[in-house]
């Protein structure tokens, strides 16, 4: 990190996270934040998502430009690809402050928003307003009160998802009553059923993702892949936030919420790798989850992953870690006479 970096993030420590948060989307946005400039890519990071050209495998988790505010700042920032969002149908407030808390001893962050943002409109149209550069995403969430979750993933995908290089059904935030009930096999392979419907019917064809919880049993996952390929989705993140708080401590360890940061490493590199053995490579996976160093890049594609998205550490590290992680994984690979497609599962047997 340079000195102006570590200042600011300094400073930003001294706030309240969510204010925090706030107010590094507004200094992005008023180009008062150090950004890398371009994509890190070279012909060893040059990867393929679904059908999407990736300058580099190092991604930016939904969570972070929730209402797609800085949508072009973050495509300058080294990325190989970025998500926003979660979007619902109508603008909603979400869960109650405080919401958002540092766990610093643990390097991780614990958060019940509930899916706060703008809604589909506004976000769909200054997705469509984005400069040209690397893929970026839109992930599908539903509002608090809605009667009916997948005709809100359809009805997001129906506004903004056009505007979008792929969208991500979130079915795996657990701070929407009941929204994890959507994993199951059954009410799974229904919900992805309407959406790819829907998406088919689109101007475009775009990847469908979807993401799932670190907090599913062996078998789950199971059921998750063979509904994966029966409707040959697009990709699985995995994965999302954390109910567990085995061995966590400290001021916040009983707040409610999904946790996130380097205590969810191993739980959601074991999902990626229980995934790979599962769908032998037919549908690509990106991995999410306690990325903070090179060395879990590296875990996270040898566990699987053909990408991979960041968020939790940037809290910590700053913005420079996307390209820092991408000129590293470049060095690694170089030094290691290994290419991305070899490196990708070649390791998922010690996690399982």
């Given at each position: 990190?340079?000195?102006?970096?570590?200042?600011?993030?300094?400073?930003?420590?001294?706030?309240?996270?969510?204010?925090?948060?706030?107010?590094?989307?507004?200094?992005?946005?008023?180009?008062?934040?150090?950004?890398?400039?371009?994509?890190?890519?070279?012909?060893?990071?040059?990867?393929?998502?679904?059908?999407?050209?990736?300058?580099?495998?190092?991604?930016?988790?939904?969570?972070?430009?929730?209402?797609?505010?800085?949508?072009?700042?973050?495509?300058?920032?080294?990325?190989?690809?970025?998500?926003?969002?979660?979007?619902?149908?109508?603008?909603?407030?979400?869960?109650?402050?405080?919401?958002?808390?540092?766990?610093?001893?643990?390097?991780?962050?614990?958060?019940?928003?509930?899916?706060?943002?703008?809604?589909?409109?506004?976000?769909?149209?200054?997705?469509?307003?984005?400069?040209?550069?690397?893929?970026?995403?839109?992930?599908?969430?539903?509002?608090?009160?809605?009667?009916?979750?997948?005709?809100?993933?359809?009805?997001?995908?129906?506004?903004?998802?056009?505007s979008a290089?792929?969208?991500?059904?979130?079915?795996?935030?657990?701070?929407?009553?009941?929204?994890?009930?959507?994993?199951?096999?059954?009410?799974?392979?229904?919900?992805?059923?309407?959406?790819?419907?829907?998406?088919?019917?689109?101007?475009?064809?775009?990847?469908?993702?979807?993401?799932?919880?670190?907090?599913?049993?062996?078998?789950?996952?199971?059921?998750?892949?063979?509904?994966?390929?029966?409707?040959?989705?697009?990709?699985?993140?995995?994965?999302?936030?954390?109910?567990?708080?085995?061995?966590?401590?400290?001021?916040?360890?009983?707040?409610?919420g999904g946790?996130?940061?380097?205590?969810?490493?191993?739980?959601?590199?074991?999902?990626?790798?229980?995934?790979?053995?599962?769908?032998?490579?037919?549908?690509?996976?990106?991995?999410?989850?306690?990325?903070?160093?090179?060395?879990?890049?590296?875990?996270?594609?040898?566990?699987?992953?053909?990408?991979?998205?960041?968020?939790?550490?940037?809290?910590?590290?700053?913005?420079?870690?996307?390209?820092?992680?991408?000129?590293?994984?470049?060095?690694?690979?170089?030094?290691?006479?290994?290419?991305?497609?070899?490196?990708?599962?070649?390791?998922?047997?010690?996690?399982i």
């Amino acid at each position: 990190m340079t000195l102006v970096e570590k200042l600011g993030l300094a400073a930003l420590h001294r706030l309240d996270p969510e204010r925090a948060h706030d107010l590094s989307i507004r200094a992005l946005e008023l180009g008062l934040a150090p950004v890398h400039g371009t994509s890190v890519t070279s012909a060893r990071l040059r990867t393929r998502l679904a059908g999407m050209d990736l300058p580099n495998p190092i991604g930016l988790a939904a969570g972070y430009d929730k209402n797609a505010r800085v949508v072009a700042p973050l495509m300058r920032g080294g990325f190989g690809f970025i998500e926003v969002g979660a979007a619902t149908p109508r603008p909603q407030p979400g869960n109650e402050k405080p919401r958002l808390f540092r766990l610093r001893d643990q390097q991780a962050i614990i958060n019940r928003f509930g899916f706060n943002n703008e809604g589909a409109d506004k976000i769909g149209q200054r997705l469509a307003a984005r400069p040209k550069g690397i893929p970026v995403g839109l992930n599908l969430g539903a509002n608090k009160d809605s009667v009916d979750r997948a005709e809100d993933f359809v009805s997001v995908l129906e506004t903004a998802g056009v505007s979008a290089d792929f969208v991500t059904v979130n079915v795996s935030s657990p701070n929407t009553e009941k929204l994890r009930d959507l994993q199951g096999a059954d009410a799974l392979s229904a919900l992805l059923g309407r959406v790819i419907a829907s998406r088919d019917a689109l101007s475009r064809r775009i990847p469908v993702f979807v993401k799932i919880a670190p907090d599913l049993t062996d078998a789950e996952l199971s059921q998750i892949a063979a509904v994966a390929r029966n409707l040959l989705l697009d990709g699985i993140i995995a994965t999302n936030t954390t109910l567990s708080r085995e061995g966590i401590t400290g001021p916040h360890a009983t707040q409610t919420g999904g946790l996130s940061g380097r205590p969810l490493f191993q739980r959601s590199t074991r999902v990626l790798a229980l995934l790979h053995r599962d769908l032998q490579g037919k549908v690509p996976l990106i991995g999410v989850g306690g990325i903070s160093f090179v060395d879990d890049v590296w875990e996270k594609l040898r566990a699987g992953a053909t990408a991979v998205q960041i968020y939790s550490a940037m809290i910590y590290q700053g913005l420079s870690l996307a390209p820092r992680l991408a000129q590293q994984l470049d060095e690694r690979l170089e030094q290691a006479r290994i290419t991305l497609p070899e490196l990708i599962g070649s390791g998922a047997g010690k996690w399982i």
